[in-house]
């Protein structure tokens, strides 16, 4: 089964499809008690990088990171990659869907003390619903803040009100 992450940053949040391993499942199974807010920094000119707060198991291998990759270093560091890099890492996953320019934003290349949540449901960013951010201009919103496009599916704010599309 397809496991996917959430990962917010700045009231903005993106998925990413976990691959199967140990490090991967003791993440998830951490992730089921409460998200995990780890403080990320830009290094390299490739990646953001920083200590979980807590081991995984590894498997380290020779990798290849793209931009997009996630993977787990020396057992206790996450890192996600906006740029590419070989070394030995424990593969975790892949965020979905965003082009080389649309990750460095995201994952705000080049900043330090970047403040990124990991969990299993895309509310880790929702803090309240009120007129700031759901206005009444028929507008649709994700649950974290973030404008939802034509189409997209799942549950968004519009006019105020929770919609499931």
């Known amino acids: 089964m397809e496991q996917l992450l959430y990962i917010t940053i700045g009231g903005s949040t993106h998925t990413a499809t976990m691959v199967s391993n ?3 499942e003791a993440l998830l199974t951490r992730l089921k008690s409460s998200p995990v807010t780890v403080t990320l920094n830009s290094s390299g000119g490739f990646e953001i990088w920083g200590a979980l707060g807590f081991s995984l198991p590894a498997t380290d291998e020779p990798v ?21 890099n070989s070394w030995s890492y424990t ?11 649309e990750l460095r934003t995201f994952l705000k290349a080049g900043e330090s003390n970047v403040k990124v949540t990991l969990s299993l449901s895309n509310t880790a960013g929702l803090q309240s619903v009120d007129g700031s951010v759901a206005k009444s201009n028929g507008s649709a919103y994700t649950l974290s803040g973030t404008s939802a ?10 006019n105020k009100k929770k919609i499931i599309r």
């Open 22 to 24: 140990a490090a991967t």
């Open 64 to 84: 290849n990171a793209q931009p997009g990759d996630i993977v787990l270093y020396n057992g206790s560091n996450i890192c996600m990659f906006y740029g590419t």
């Open 91 to 101: 593969r975790l996953g892949k965020i979905d869907g965003l082009s080389e320019s």
């Open 149 to 158: 496009c034509a189409g997209q599916k799942g549950v968004c704010i519009k």
